[in-house]
């Protein structure tokens, strides 16, 4: 089974970067037509969607992140990128990878990456 592996988490002072990567476990798994997005957890809180991108590049964001959440994708590297820019406090929690495959709307989830941003 095809497994998201995410990386790039750790502990940030506020107003710091990091970039957050979700690779797939075998190269080629990933369809150019699925769409792919990151969600975060913070510690008692429901997941949220935080970046989606889907085929053609489009975009979306939750509020709280639009003008310093970038999400991209390479195809060819069956990886997908979160840039996140003027990290706040709020922004913490755990970052999970999520693939929704076009051909069935399938679902898949990666294991998840700790982001700590301190005050």
């Known amino acids: 089974q095809v497994q998201l592996v995410e990386s790039g988490g750790g502990l940030v002072q506020a107003g710091g970067s990091l970039r957050l990567s979700c690779a797939a476990s075998?190269?080629?798994?990933?369809?150019?037509?699925?769409?792919m997005g990151w969600y975060r957890q913070a510690p008692e809180k429901q997941r949220e969607l935080v970046a989606g991108?889907?085929?053609?590049?489009?975009?979306n964001y939750a509020d709280s992140v639009k003008g310093r959440f970038t999400i991209s994708r390479d195809n060819a590297k069956n990886t997908v990128y979160l840039q996140m820019n003027s990290l706040k406090p709020e922004d913490t929690g755990v970052y999970y990878c999520?693939?929704?495959?076009?051909?069935?709307?399938?679902?898949?989830w990666g294991q998840g990456t700790l982001v700590t941003v301190s005050s």
């Open positions: 999520n693939r929704r495959t076009y051909y069935n709307g399938r679902e898949f």
């Open positions: 075998e190269p080629g798994s990933i369809s150019p037509m699925d769409a």
């Open positions: 991108i889907i085929s053609g590049g489009f975009t």
